[in-house]
């Protein structure tokens, strides 16, 4: 899993900072690739706007999760011991669908075994 940050905010109707003035959508900055360097610019519009009541940026981390098609061939239908070697790990893929068709190219052609089983992790 991949992390990335954005700064997100801007100046609020009040100090319960739930809607932005305007009408508009607080500002997403970013993405960036460590927390330094959203800090840096959340330290930079924080000062910018340093004498506006109403004012607030946030740092928000973003998740990216990936997707793998995990198994093969197992001892039994109990499918915790495999039969040969690890697990086969194939990945990983950005989005569920992408996992999910190859999970049914590997899951089809293992369909006349029994002990054979595939299935989709998301980390």
């Not at 959508?25 to 959340?42: H, I, M, N, Q, S």
Request: aromatic content about 16%; charged content about 30%; hydrophobic content about 35%.
């Amino acid at each position: 899993m991949s992390e990335r940050y954005w700064v997100v905010g801007g100046v609020y109707t009040g100090t319960d900072f739930q809607t932005i003035a305007g009408g508009d959508a607080p500002a997403e900055l970013g993405p960036f690739d460590t927390y330094a360097e959203a800090k840096a610019v959340w330290r930079a519009k924080s000062m910018e706007n340093v004498d506006e009541a109403y004012a607030r940026f946030d740092i928000r981390k973003e998740e990216h999760h990936e997707f793998w098609v995990v198994g093969g061939v197992y001892t039994d239908t109990d499918f915790k011991t495999i039969a040969r070697g690890e697990e086969e790990r194939i990945g990983p893929f950005d989005t569920y669908e992408e996992a999910r068709k190859v999970w049914w190219q590997k899951s089809s052609s293992n369909v006349d075994d029994a002990y054979a089983r595939y299935r989709i992790d998301q980390q």
